[in-house]
């Protein structure tokens, strides 16, 4: 295969990573590493950076859209950033320790985590919690416009969510990805913040945590121009795509077909981890 | 007071939106004009990312990437590209420091300061950045 030949083909595959990624709100990176790495045999490390880039770049562009709906949570994001930052640097260093084959099968447990996390029903909201101490002194409870009115929600577990937001950071920063499903899991089950405002401060904070372990991987020489061009453009075109057809698309269907995907991909990591062809 | 730091909260945000979205398209503009350079001049070489090499020194920190991209050298004009893709999450955390200093929200100027310092740090200090 030739450069432009290369390029053309790997622009593609991310731009339907990117689409599939922002119609089912389960993020193009974690689908994009296994995709550089088996079909186009990328080294892992090569393909993580490529993925990185682009984690910034769907987080970002898509925020003009978030921020319309208006739910996210500025100091609750930015006061769990630290824990994310710190994760995703210590992450990105152990990176370069780890064999890729270890790599390669953290990542394919990831996948299948991924998958079962977007089959699980969602529990019950729990509503009407009393203020939390720590919380309050950081002045994290807030309100978002819901269907019934204007709803006021108390945060809890605020260390809890730290630590976990810790975790979330350092997937990122180890695997390249945006890690949006642990944040949510650490904002929506931890902390008890209403599902819209997790998401949508979620998405505000992948951008962040993906730019600091890109520091690191650029430094260590892990991105490449060549390979992460097409991948970012092409993610980036798609996820644009995705989020203005994202109103009219049914997606439970779509969801399902994806987690399956995710299935399938994480088994393929692993076995592929496991047999040393990573 | 509430509602005053209500406002000032989504109007942070709204800015902040315009810069992000200003930061996504200044960089994509680059590495696509990057990009075909790129193809034009390696488009029929062989493509091979099997065997993990690492970048070049001069792909790897701002003052190489910058130098290279100025000699027009494509794979610098993407480098460069990706590195102002890499700081618009970074210029979003500091314009947040201004933000909470309209509201004098010391803590959380303190919060964000301490975010932006690791941002730094891996952007600059992690490696022979300079």
Redesign the interface.
């Known amino acids: 295969?030739?450069?432009?030949?290369?390029?053309l083909l790997v622009a593609m595959g991310a731009f339907v990573a990117g689409l599939l990624g922002s119609l089912t709100g389960l993020g193009g990176g974690v689908v994009l590493v296994p995709l550089l790495t088996i079909f186009?045999?990328?080294?892992i490390?090569?393909a993580i950076g490529a993925s990185l880039?682009s984690v910034?770049?769907t987080?970002?562009?898509a925020?003009?859209y978030?921020?319309k709906e208006?739910f996210?949570n500025?100091?609750i994001g930015?006061?769990l950033?630290?824990a994310t930052?710190?994760g995703?640097?210590g992450g990105?260093?152990l990176a370069a320790f780890v064999s890729t084959r270890a790599l390669a099968i953290t990542f394919g447990v990831m996948l299948l985590y991924s998958a079962y996390l977007s089959r699980k029903p969602r529990t019950q909201e729990e509503r009407n919690l009393p203020p939390d101490k720590l919380a309050t002194q950081?002045?994290m409870n807030g309100s978002f416009p819901s269907e019934e009115g204007i709803r006021n929600y108390n945060v809890q577990h605020v260390p809890a969510g730290f630590g976990l937001m810790f975790g979330a950071g350092a997937l990122s920063g180890l695997l390249g990805i945006g890690s949006g499903a642990v944040k949510v899991l650490a904002m929506d089950q931890a902390m008890k913040i209403p599902f819209k405002v997790s998401t949508t401060t979620s998405n505000f904070m992948i951008?962040?945590t993906?730019?600091?372990?890109?520091?690191?991987y650029?430094?260590?020489?892990?991105?490449?121009?060549?390979?992460?061009?097409?991948v970012?453009?092409g993610v980036?075109a798609g996820s644009m795509l995705g989020v203005h057809i994202l109103m009219k698309a049914e997606t439970r269907i779509l969801r399902l077909v994806f987690s399956l995907v995710l299935v399938l991909l994480g088994g393929q990591m692993i076995y592929q981890g496991i047999s040393g062809k990573i | 007071m509430a509602w005053l730091q209500n406002w000032t909260?989504?109007r942070?945000?709204?800015i902040?939106?315009?810069l992000?979205?200003a930061?996504?398209a200044v960089?994509?503009l680059v590495?696509?004009a990057?990009?075909c350079l790129?193809?034009v001049r390696?488009?029929?070489?062989?493509?091979d990312?099997?065997?993990?090499q690492?970048?070049?020194?001069d792909?790897?920190?701002l003052r190489g990437i910058v130098h290279s991209a100025r000699q027009l050298r494509?794979?610098?004009i993407?480098?460069l590209g990706?590195?102002c893709?890499?700081?618009?999450?970074?210029a979003?955390?500091a314009f947040?420091i201004w933000g909470f200093a309209l509201e004098h929200?010391r803590?959380?100027m303190i919060?964000?300061g301490?975010?932006l310092v690791?941002?730094l740090?891996?952007?600059?200090g992690?490696?022979?950045?300079f």
């Open positions: 295969m030739n450069v432009f030949e290369f390029t186009f045999k990328v080294d490390r090569y880039v910034i770049a987080s970002s562009g925020a003009a978030y921020v208006g996210s500025i100091r930015m006061f950033e630290i930052t710190l995703a640097l990105a260093f950081l002045r951008g962040v993906a730019a600091a372990s890109a520091g690191v650029l430094n260590r020489g892990y991105i490449d121009p060549g390979l992460s061009m097409p970012m453009l980036l | 909260d989504r942070m945000e709204e902040v939106a315009d992000l979205r930061g996504v960089s994509a590495v696509f990057g990009a790129y193809v390696y488009g029929h070489s062989p493509a990312y099997r065997v993990f690492g970048e070049p020194s792909l790897r920190n494509s794979r610098g993407i480098q990706l590195l893709l890499i700081a618009t999450p970074v979003r955390v947040s929200d803590l959380y919060f964000t301490i975010v690791i941002l740090y891996s952007l600059l992690s490696g022979s950045a």
